[in-house]
């Protein structure tokens, strides 16, 4: 029963409608545009609903509607709503987009909870949308098996919506792992992607997009970033993905423009009309915080790192590796400093204090970037590695502190999930090939993309000893190569009730397992 969830008003009711799915047909579903007419009666939710930043008794759902609408939240421990309660949520507006985010508190834990959205005219009020919605776990209290999925970077680099090659289908074999929770490690839109109509395919055949108004140019506008989030959520596989399973949403360099950096300006040469690149963050950032199910920090409006405990065995640590950075350089200084930021200060104690305070077994830190890969920009570097096989230098200074300091603290099963560099990997590092030694061994998961361009092999820096266990990229000599190729990857993380044990799996388009880690916890 959810006797404690509130968000203002709540009240019982006895309605029940069974869930709907969108009012949409096809593999993919029509862009919608909203009505302004006064005398419109109809109110719709054509993009679903998403859950997402599940934690304790948490979470936030949300909808959009094409209209003014008032949103409300349908709640229930029963698939039929035998016990729904209603929630009164807010007003979706234009200062919005017409998106609405309710952030609910109290649900039992351990549970399957049901839920639908409906939204109300306010135009015209009685006027209703037919309910959208899905269902999720709540975090266990006691050790219980636990399941979830990670990988990054959609509809990238000229690869979009195919109707004919059937849509985004590696979310079609994520839901089918019935996973807890997905972690997205960013590049969650190529809002400086454009997309064409047709890829002609090195075998003959031809690659066709669906194109709207925002993917026909690189973003400069709120409404083209925005554009870029409903694109994605044109696609039945991704819709129904992240209305059944709570999303822990990071973002990277592609929400905005590729590899920026915080008070960077952009060649005259750009595709951008601005050059700002702060004022792109800002309005890359307001539309990914209207449109993922995201909650900012209560200490700070746009601060999204956070951690997720997830009963006794794990705890996620979501970073941000691209709102606290200072700019794109060589990368080799020997002292830290401005130029050196990657996480910035606050959130390098804050996530020190948080992995010394937890008490999960297991501790995932999803990055959205790799920590021994190479990734350059240009003749400067993206990420951590700088290509110097030497001591820490440059930004590999805030991954030696931590580092460091988790071994020093005691803090032991640590494990890195990541994406961004188009293939999947599974890293080792060890202080005995390290040319910095004072940390304890650990793993690095790479996976990506989940529907995008496929890249790789990069190469690694040896400076904290990584060793490439496996990995699966291109052919040699081939890149960009589009996901009807197969090599769309994500990955799976699996912690055991009874040993603790935690496994990562490796994965394909398909489902199928690639690689597998089984890993004792410490102490055990």
């Known amino acids: ?50 859950v997402g930043d599940v934690r304790e008794d948490r979470a936030l759902i949300w909808s959009r509607a094409d209209g003014p609408a008032r949103m409300y939240v349908h709640l229930s421990t029963d698939d039929d709503f035998s016990d729904a309660k ?67 970077d959609v509809a990238g680099q000229g690869w979009g919506i195919n109707p004919e090659f059937g849509g985004m289908k590696t979310f079609e074999a994520m839901l089918a792992t019935d996973p807890d929770f997905f972690v997205h490690s960013g590049d969650a839109v190529y809002a400086d992607g454009p997309l064409p109509e047709c890829v002609e395919l090195d075998d003959g055949g031809v690659w066709r997009n669906v194109v709207t108004e925002a993917k026909s140019d690189v973003a400069d506008t709120p409404d083209e970033f925005r554009g870029n989030y409903r694109y994605n959520l044109l696609d039945d596989h991704y819709r129904r993905f992240v209305s059944e399973v709570p999303m822990i949403p990071q973002w990277d360099d592609h929400e905005v423009t590729n590899n920026w950096y915080p008070d960077e300006i952009l060649p005259a040469d750009d595709p951008h009309d601005v050059r700002s690149v702060n004022l792109l963050a800002a309005r890359g950032q307001r539309a990914f915080l209207e449109y993922m199910p995201i909650r900012p920090r209560e200490d700070a409006a746009d601060a999204v790192y956070e951690n997720f405990p997830y009963g006794p065995s794990l705890e996620v640590f979501r970073l941000d590796m691209r709102s606290y950075r200072g700019p794109n350089t060589e990368n080799t200084q020997t002292d830290p400093g401005p130029n050196t930021a990657l996480l910035g200060e606050e959130q390098l104690t804050w996530l020190k204090e948080s992995l010394a305070a937890s008490e999960a077994t297991w501790k995932v830190i999803a990055s959205d970037m790799p920590i021994g890969l190479v990734v350059p920009d240009g003749d400067r570097y993206e990420a951590v590695a700088n290509a110097d096989d030497g001591t820490p230098k ?32 599974a890293h080792h590092y060890h202080p005995d090939r390290a040319e910095f030694s004072e940390f304890d061994p650990f793993w690095e998961f790479v996976s990506g993309p989940l ?16 060793e490439v266990v496996f990995e699966r990229t291109p052919p040699e000599g081939e890149a960009n190569l589009p996901p009807s190729e197969g090599l769309q990857f994500f990955g799976q993380v699996d912690v055991d009730a009874d040993t603790e044990a935690l496994t990562v799996t490796l994965k394909d388009l398909h489902g199928d397992a690639l690689y597998t880690e089984d890993l004792a916890p410490a102490g055990r």
């Open 86 to 152: 209603l929630i009164r949520g807010p007003a979706a507006l234009a200062a919005t987009d017409y998106t609405a985010t309710v952030d609910l508190v109290g649900f039992p834990s351990g549970e399957e909870i049901h839920y639908r959205v409906v939204f109300e005219s306010l135009r015209n009020p009685g006027k209703r949308s037919a309910p959208v919605g899905g269902s999720f776990r709540t975090p266990p209290s006691e050790r219980r098996d636990v399941r979830f999925v990670w990988g990054g």
């Open 451 to 466: 529907h995008a361009g496929t890249f790789g092999p990069n190469d690694l820096d040896d400076t904290f000893g990584p």
């Open 1 to 50: 029963m959810l006797e404690n969830v509130t968000r203002r008003d709540v009240m019982r009711t006895a309605a029940a409608a069974a869930l709907a799915e969108p009012a949409v047909t096809g593999s993919v579903a029509a862009e919608r545009t909203v009505s302004e007419s006064a005398d419109s009666e109809m109110i719709s939710a054509p993009y679903g609903a998403q």
């Open 394 to 425: 440059g930004r590999e200074l805030e991954i030696k502190e931590l580092l460091s300091f988790m071994q020093s603290a005691g803090v032991r099963n640590v494990v890195w999930v990541t994406a961004d560099v188009h293939y999947t990997a």
